[in-house]
């Protein structure tokens, strides 16, 4: 019964897949310019040059051609040559993934504690002066963009303080600033919606039945409030990892961290297209697996939910 | 409630439009802090606060047009599949979910690195990246409608489905529809500022407030002001679009 579920559940994310690699092949695709014509033009090649490479590349097959073999190669991992290093796509992407995760990982954890601290906090003292502070400061922090709070956050820890380097990469302490400028942003848009979900499920029946009973407030709190709580919240935060990758990628750019941010800007700023390509459909990847992990572990938490059909 | 911000970073970009002094470019003084130029001058001498109102026409500007790209992709998307559902839901809904698999950013920076650089793509490119979100949320609305009665009437009386669609669902799903509109605002802007701060939009130089950010980034330490302002104006024109959403959707909530 559970693999059933769990069977019937790939499916959907598998197709989603499917079909964003192939929209971003037909994007790319009919893109004007493509790499035979940029590099070699440089160098001032002729048209004859030009072809033999576009054929070496296999840029002249026709469309159903370059389709399959791109989807064959996706599935073995191969995202391409790209047209500025000459390297393999998925080797360079690999390279710089770990500082990436590091980061999102980092930024995440902060997140997800600042977040769930400040929306039970706020939902607990609902509509005192409490709730409002730690509302708005949510409100903040998720309008904020990132690239300022950072160079703010660089601004007084760093060159201020002195406490913690600016930029650069390779040890903890490097790591500090810039979780900490990711988290911020995603703690605020947890905390409004961890708030609203504990708002709503401290309205219901049973929790005002089990208070009417007499149980002290605490393990009321912990124990019937936050389980069915958190089940959303779950997909919430996968579906914020999302803006935490973007996120990253911008944060990386303002602590000047290694990283697929770096990657990716110097790809399109070159237009080495293949690249840009590899990162997006890896992120695609990365954020469908993610949701799909959320989906299972919220089936998990609260059996109802494995009924649905999809 | 805080539609002062609003109204603040709204009123900003006309009145400053003529305003007196040619866009920017004293190359006079160098870095000077406050209060003779009353937020500073930047690294080539630029009175500050003239490139941050004249900045205010190219960042507000952008996030318009990118939210017109937004409603524009995502309204007929997330109607028509609402209203008319079927196969044409599963189709256009598949299609959006595709979409949306592309975490925010990296959809708007592919699409950028797809259309070239300039604040026209930078506007296409966030307010695509943000049409499937508004899609979906349009879709809703409109299935919503779609079981009402009064549509069931329209089509038991002969009108066409697109005659409906036009004439009654439509209508009827415009307040969440800008409530959610102005969110995305705060989305599109924010994002936008952030293409342009990692220079993959507007020309160097050109003072649109993401871009002002980088411009101060090497000398933090000696003249914060230059990064400093254009970011507190960009985070509270974010805040205005999402208190403006927010209150504007606690108004339409009880129907």
């Known amino acids: 019964m559970w693999g ?138 998720l309008s904020t963009p990132t690239y300022w709070t950072g160079l703010l956050v660089i601004l007084f820890f760093s060159l201020y303080l002195g406490w913690l380097p600016s930029t650069g990469d390779g040890s903890f302490q490097h790591l500090i600033l810039p979780a900490l400028t990711l988290g911020f942003a995603l703690a605020g848009a947890i905390a409004r919606l961890v708030r609203a979900r504990v708002v709503e499920v401290m309205g219901r029946q049973y929790v005002l039945a089990a208070r009417a009973r007499g149980i002290m407030p605490r393990p009321v709190l912990f124990i019937h409030i936050l389980r069915p709580a958190i089940a959303p919240v779950l997909t919430v935060i996968a579906l914020q990892f999302g803006f935490l990758l973007g996120g990253a990628v911008i944060t990386e750019s303002v602590f000047a961290r290694p990283g697929l941010g770096k990657l990716a800007i110097e790809a399109i700023l070159w237009r080495d297209l293949q690249v840009v390509r590899g990162v997006v459909i890896l992120g695609a990847v990365v954020y469908v697996l993610v949701n799909l992990l959320a989906d299972l572990a919220q089936a998990w938490l609260n059996p109802r939910l494995r009924d649905e059909l999809t | 409630m805080w539609l002062a911000l609003v109204c603040l970073a709204a009123i900003l970009a006309p009145i400053l439009a003529p305003h007196g002094p040619g866009v920017t470019n004293t190359a006079a003084s160098l870095q000077p802090p406050g209060p003779n130029y009353w937020l500073g001058t930047d690294l080539l001498g630029r009175d500050l606060l003239i490139r941050l109102l004249w900045g205010s026409r190219w960042t507000l500007g952008m996030a318009l047009g990118g939210l017109a790209v937004t409603i524009g992709v995502g309204l007929p998307l997330g109607i028509m599949a609402g209203a008319f559902g079927g196969w044409v839901d599963t189709v256009l809904m598949r299609l959006v979910d595709a979409l949306l698999a592309f975490p925010g950013l990296l959809l708007a920076m592919a699409v950028v690195s797809l259309l070239g650089s300039g604040i026209g793509a930078v506007a296409i490119a966030v307010g695509f990246a943000a049409a499937p979100g508004y899609a979906r949320v349009v879709r809703t609305a409109a299935v919503e409608v779609r079981t009402e ?105 009880p129907r």
């Open chain 2, 149 to 253: 009665l009064y549509v069931e009437a329209a089509h038991s009386v002969g009108c066409t489905p697109w005659r409906i669609l036009v004439r009654h669902i439509f209508p009827n799903t415009i307040t969440p529809l800008i409530a959610f509109a102005a969110t995305q605002l705060g989305w599109v802007l924010l994002n936008g500022a952030a293409l342009n701060f990692l220079g993959l939009g507007v020309a160097p130089g050109t003072p649109e407030w993401g871009a002002m950010l980088v411009e101060g980034r090497n000398f933090l330490r000696d003249a914060p002001w230059v990064s400093a302002f254009p970011g507190l104006a960009l985070t509270l024109t974010v805040l205005a679009a999402n208190l403006l959403g927010d209150s504007l959707q606690r108004a339409f909530e």
């Open chain 1, 4 to 141: 059933r579920y769990i069977r019937r559940r790939l499916f959907q994310p598998a197709f989603v897949l499917w079909l964003a690699a192939t929209l971003t092949f037909l994007a790319f695709y009919f893109t004007p310019g493509d790499p035979a014509q940029t590099l070699l033009a440089a160098s001032g090649a002729g048209p004859a040059e030009i072809a033999q490479r576009r054929a070496e590349l296999g840029l002249d097959a026709p469309l159903p051609v370059q389709y399959i073999r791109y989807l064959v190669n996706l599935l073995q991992g191969d995202l391409g040559q790209s047209w500025l290093h000459g390297r393999s796509v998925a080797r360079m992407i690999g390279e710089q993934l770990p500082p990436t995760i590091e980061l999102s990982l980092a930024a995440m954890i902060i997140g997800v504690f600042l977040g769930f601290a400040l929306g039970i906090l706020a939902a607990i003292r609902q509509g005192t002066w409490v709730d409002t502070l730690t509302t708005t400061l949510a409100v903040v922090g």
